[in-house]
């Protein structure tokens, strides 16, 4: 039976990332990818929190070759109201940009880099089952063709992303306390991409409180476009009806519309809906959880690459110490950490869609100091325990909005 240091599932940014520093480590990796790539995959807007662990990989110098669309803050639309958030005007020391660009791209390139570095991936190869009753742990995997084979690994990485291949074979997944919503989506060659900042400006126009609609222009001329809300903003949208619909909730961007209407989809519009999921534990006996089979929340905040990201090299990096037979303690140094940030990125989440985030986001007095703290947040600074939106954040949007509405009724 072949034999690894590390089998990881799934060559998405977590798998990859998780490689990569194992290599570092001195490591032998294995990771297995369900797709041939590059596949398509939904998460094209990242935030700069993710940019300290694409270097710490060693994967940022084959990103910048690639030119993708650089990310320099995020532009927030209610009617006629406008909301700009620049990174490098943040409350946290650290990066002040990143990149918005086609996943296929970005997952493909890390994972070639990956490979070039030493990991051995295995594409088109699923995982079906994993053995962890001998000294080893011994997961089954099945190529396209059906045929089957085993490998022994010291340790397991998850990070099969939607794919939540631990959770269900371990039967770890809970139901997430975020209501269920929808989203639809696809990408457009944009031919009336305006030649100004406002044709490269990565944009969420709401459209109602619990509807809002992205628009995230690429470097080779597309642009992704796609709604997400409560589900019933999505009721009467059927196989047949997709393209129609699709071209019918534009109409509803005031700001979009004409520069967005009539085009041809690049692929057949998407829709996803009720993909906020939970686990019950994010690690146990030789293995671990990363990336979106731990936990996601909703895209409002671009933040699903970045917690992969950041999971995925912790992860790695304890991986690490265990198999040199050093002590972890995977409750408080994995599994609090993590969910700390899952935590406050859930407390915004919410705010965003009872409105009060929006109410602060467009009021006219927004306190730049506040706003600055808001800003980190948004690039995915959401464990600096100096930021009283961090430390505060499960009441203070409530509580800012409260005293403004108090103050402006005097
Ligand atoms: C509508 C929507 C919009 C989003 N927008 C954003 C955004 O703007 N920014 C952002 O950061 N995030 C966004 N996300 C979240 C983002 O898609 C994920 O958080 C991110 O892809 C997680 O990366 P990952 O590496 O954990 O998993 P993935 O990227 O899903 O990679 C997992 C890999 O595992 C493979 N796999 C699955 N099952 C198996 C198996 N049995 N065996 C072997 N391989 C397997 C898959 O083929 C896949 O390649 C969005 C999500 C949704 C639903």
Known sequence: MKQTDVLIIGAGPSGSIAGSILLQNGFNVTIIEKEQFPRFVVGESLIPKVMQHLDKAGLLDTLNEQHFEKKFGARFLKEDKVCNFSFAEKFTDGWEWTWQMPRADFDYTIAKEVEKKGAEVLYQH??????????????????????????????????????????????????????????????????????????????????????????????????????????????????????EKFNEMIQQSDFYKERFS?????????????????????????????????????????????????????????????LKGEDVDWQKDYSDYILRGVEVFKSYIKYWYDGSLQDLFFSDNINPEFKKQITSILAGYVWDKENRFVNRHKTIIKTINHFQKEAQSL
């Open 262 to 322: 009539n085009l041809e989809y690049e692929f057949e519009p998407v829709m996803k809906v009720g993909y906020s999921v939970g686990v019950k534990q994010l690690f146990g006996d030789r293995y671990v959880l990363t990336g979106n089979s731990t936990e996601f929340l909703d895209p409002v905040f671009s933040s699903g690459v970045s917690f992969a990201a950041e999971s995925s090299a912790l992860a790695a990096e304890l991986v690490s110490k265990a």
């Open 126 to 243: 699923a995982v079906t089952n994993v053995d962890f009753s001998t000294g080893s742990v011994i997961t089954s995997i099945e190529d396209k063709n059906g045929n089957t084979s085993q490998i022994a690994s010291k340790y397991i990485i998850d990070g099969s992303g939607y794919g939540r291949v631990l959770p269900r074979l371990l039967d770890l997944s809970k139901p997430s306390d975020l209501p269920p919503r929808g989203s639809f989506f696809t990408h457009v060659e944009d031919i009336n991409r305006p030649d100004t900042i406002d044709g490269t400006t990565i944009t969420f126009d709401i459209l109602h409180q619990n509807l809002w609609f992205w628009v995230i222009p690429f470097s080779n001329g597309k642009t992704s476009l796609g709604f997400v809300g409560d589900t019933h903003f999505f009721e009467g949208i059927t196989e047949e009806n997709k393209a």
